[in-house]
């Protein structure tokens, strides 16, 4: 490829020099986080969201570089290669205009065409495309080039008709025609297949649906997407062909005086009909998928952040309770580390309907372990609990010292019957792991989520119909830049929230796990490195992420990375301050706005940038992003939804965003909607830029349907 870094430096908006650095870095096994948190002068203070799609643009130019280098290859074997296709296929910009330019060389399965050529029509074939001009018949000028497979005049006709069809499809020009047209004229259209394949008529509305290809929406695409493939509907595209024949025909025109132009144009309507059409479509039904895949993949990422960075109840004693009918309501305590203190069972709900035992029991916990909080998750007779909880608080006067929280319970019931949480909880029995995981989950939403597939935590949107493997590295970059912007502390972080920590991995991380076991609590960031496998480069990468907050060195437990200590301990000296000193933080604020950021740099021969991250990071160590959030909304009463009324105000924790909205808990049994349209006093183009989930928010009642169960809610003042 001519020039990778001036094309990168393009696509980015960046300046060259900082692109090649950047390129430089990742070539040398950097990791994003680590680059975008500790290279901040190299890269230009480019974020960890920036750095990936910077890295996602470089090896998609890769790819290209290796296709092309691949493609001109082949060609030049087959001795076809021209200087004008060399430059052609090295100035192509995507994988589409390289394929296209290849089509006329790229080894085909055995066509019409190619058993013509082999037959010898292709001098006639070459009549037809040159619009010969000659005096004797068809018949007559066929005559040479009868054969046993073409035995006829129109048959071996047809044969060089068949050839000229695959010229004008193999025509990149064409090709390209085709595919604008198709794009700004066509329309994606659906019709009922089988209706017993969609006997709750989910798919009603694509019964007889057809849109503009420009103007589809994700969601219809992989609505329909699915409804095809469960043969319920029948999916195509549509458009009028006269004007893509009519283009075609521009750059294949015909010759009046010549007898062959009627051939010519029948040709270019066999070559869209049977060839370049049937293509395109396929090629469009795959780009809109992948369009909808990705924006679909993006929606999921951006609700699994949010949701990964809710803040944490720390210092809680937490009860969580995994909601049950006939199989009663599982109950596990556990301290403000997560540690298992008590679990059990009880029935309060149908068919043993035992309530007041089920609120003996509970006071009896909440007594013996001071229970502050109660999780409960929000599954089968999550709100039926809910009520369980209300009455154990308003009877037993505990008002300000108990309260409780809906908890989301996606994913539980995978992480109990896994081998992580068989390892972590070996002593007890499946369906209690789902309760302890409900009490942790509470108390770091982040460190027990990341036990979990991401993609059964469910705040996506047809996340079983995208592209599985985006998905899962998509939502693997999420998770490892949500663990690497908190921090992990490595004497009591899992192997699972372990492995996410830059450089890490799975391995590493069970190692990391196993030398804690066996040789205790690391004392200092510079023990890591007696770790079976962290090598230099590993430790480099992980070391500024992983804290221990009892460490001797103060440094240990913040996000200065080791190779900035003696930073630290030039800045200190030049300051006349010392780590020991309890008034640190004060005092460095002070200096911070007293000094030059960029001569104290200079002075310590670091980077401005690495300068200022250090002030922050020693005046508040081991500080938390997600602690800047709002909390997460605890109750004590509850509330139904025969209580509402249009009107009334509440406040409600959002619990998922997809295109048309947001849902959002109120502390009733039904999430509510709040539609776009009511997402603010201005117009929302899309719900992402107003809300995320597990964002606080106060809404209005707009409308209660309790027969169907659906809430009308809005944001608007």
Not at 178 to 204: F, H, I, N
Not at 258 to 274: G, H
Not at 388 to 406: P, T, V
Not at 681 to 697: F, H, N, Q
């Amino acid at each position: 490829m001519k020039d990778l870094i001036g094309r990168l430096t393009r696509h980015l908006g960046l300046h060259r020099n900082q692109v090649e650095r950047t390129v430089d870095l990742f070539d040398e096994g950097d990791t994003v986080p680590f680059i975008a948190r500790y290279r901040k002068e190299v890269t230009g203070g480019l974020t960890d969201e920036q750095l990936a799609d910077f890295r996602e643009k470089l090896e998609a130019l890769r790819r290209l570089e290796e296709r092309q280098q691949a493609v001109l290859k082949s060609i030049e074997t087959q001795g076809k290669l021209t200087p004008e296709l060399a430059e052609a296929i090295e100035e192509a910009q995507t994988l589409q205009a390289v394929e296209d330019l290849y089509l006329p060389y790229k080894p085909k399965r055995r066509t019409r065409a190619q058993i013509a050529r082999e037959a010898g029509l292709e001098p006639m074939s070459n009549w037809i495309l040159e619009q010969a001009v000659f005096d004797i018949s068809h018949e007559e000028a066929a005559a040479p080039y009868l054969s046993e497979q073409f035995p006829t005049p129109e048959e071996a006709w047809q044969g060089a008709r068949d050839i000229v069809a695959e010229v004008i499809s193999d025509d990149a020009r064409g090709r390209d025609i085709v595919r604008k047209l198709t794009w700004d004229k066509g329309m994606l259209k659906s019709v009922l297949a089988d209706a017993e394949k969609d006997p709750k008529q989910t798919y009603q509305l694509y019964y007889e649906f057809e849109a503009r290809l420009r103007l589809l929406k994700p969601h219809q695409v992989l609505a329909m997407t699915r409804a095809e493939t469960e043969d319920a509907l029948r999916v195509g595209v549509r458009i009028e062909a006269e004007a893509i024949i009519a283009a075609l025909a521009r750059l294949y025109p015909s010759n009046k005086l010549s007898p062959l132009s009627d051939d010519l144009y029948v040709a270019v309507i066999d070559a869209y009909d049977r060839l370049i059409g049937p293509a395109i479509e396929r090629e469009v039904r795959r780009d809109l998928k992948e369009w909808a895949d990705e924006h679909a993949i993006n929606v999921f990422a951006t609700n699994l952040r949010n949701l990964l960075l809710t803040p944490p109840l720390k210092n809680q004693t937490v009860l969580g309770i995994d909601p049950g009918y006939r199989t009663g309501c599982k109950l596990a305590v556990v301290d403000p580390t997560g540690k298992v203190l008590a679990t059990g069972t009880i029935y309060p709900h149908q068919p043993q309907n035992w309530w007041s035992e089920a609120l003996e029991t509970l006071e009896k916990l909440v007594k013996k372990f001071d229970i502050t909080l109660l999780a409960i998750g929000n599954g089968t007779a999550g709100r039926e609990t809910e009520e369980l909880a209300a009455d154990l608080i308003s009877s037993n006067g505990l008002e300000g010292h108990l309260r409780y929280l809906i908890a989301n319970e996606a994913g539980a019931s995978v992480y109990s019957a896994s081998p992580l949480a068989r390892s972590e909880l070996p002593d007890l029995d499946v369906s209690l792991r789902g309760a302890v995981s409900i009490a942790r989950r509470a108390q770091d939403p982040l460190a027990e989520l990341v036990k979990i597939d991401p993609k059964s935590i469910g705040v996506g949107m047809y996340q079983h119909d995208v592209d599985q493997s985006a998905l899962a590295a998509s939502l693997a970059w999420v998770t490892e830049s949500v663990v690497n912007a908190v921090g992990v502390d490595v004497n009591t972080a899992s192997p699972a929230l372990l492995s996410y920590v830059a450089g890490v991995g799975p391995k590493l991380a069970e190692k990391i796990v196993a030398h804690r076991d066996k040789n205790g609590p690391f004392q200092e960031r510079e023990s890591i490195k007696k770790v079976s496998g962290m090598g230099a480069k590993t430790f480099q990468q992980a070391a500024g992420f992983l804290r221990i907050p009892d460490a001797v060195l103060l440094l240990d437990h913040t996000g200065v990375h080791p190779e900035s200590y003696g930073a630290v301990a030039g800045l200190l000296d030049l300051l006349g301050l010392s780590l020991d000193d309890p008034q640190l933080a004060a005092r460095l604020g002070e200096a911070h706005s007293a000094h030059n950021i960029e001569e104290l740099a200079g002075m310590l021969g670091v980077g401005a940038p690495t300068l200022a991250d250090i002030f922050a990071d020693l005046q508040r160590p081991g500080r938390d992003p997600r602690d800047e959030a709002p909390p997460p909304i605890l109750r004590d009463d509850v509330l139904k939804m025969e209580d509402l009324r249009p009107g009334m105000r509440l406040n409600g924790t959002v619990r998922n965003v997809v295109d048309f909205g947001a849902f959002v808990d109120i502390g009733v049994k039904q999430d509510g909607l709040v539609h776009i349209s009511q997402m603010a006093d201005r117009r929302v183009e899309s719900p992402y830029e107003v809300v995320g989930v597990g964002d606080i928010v106060e809404v209005t009642v707009l409308e209660v349907d309790v027969e169907r169960g659906r809430i009308g809610l809005s944001m608007r003042a």
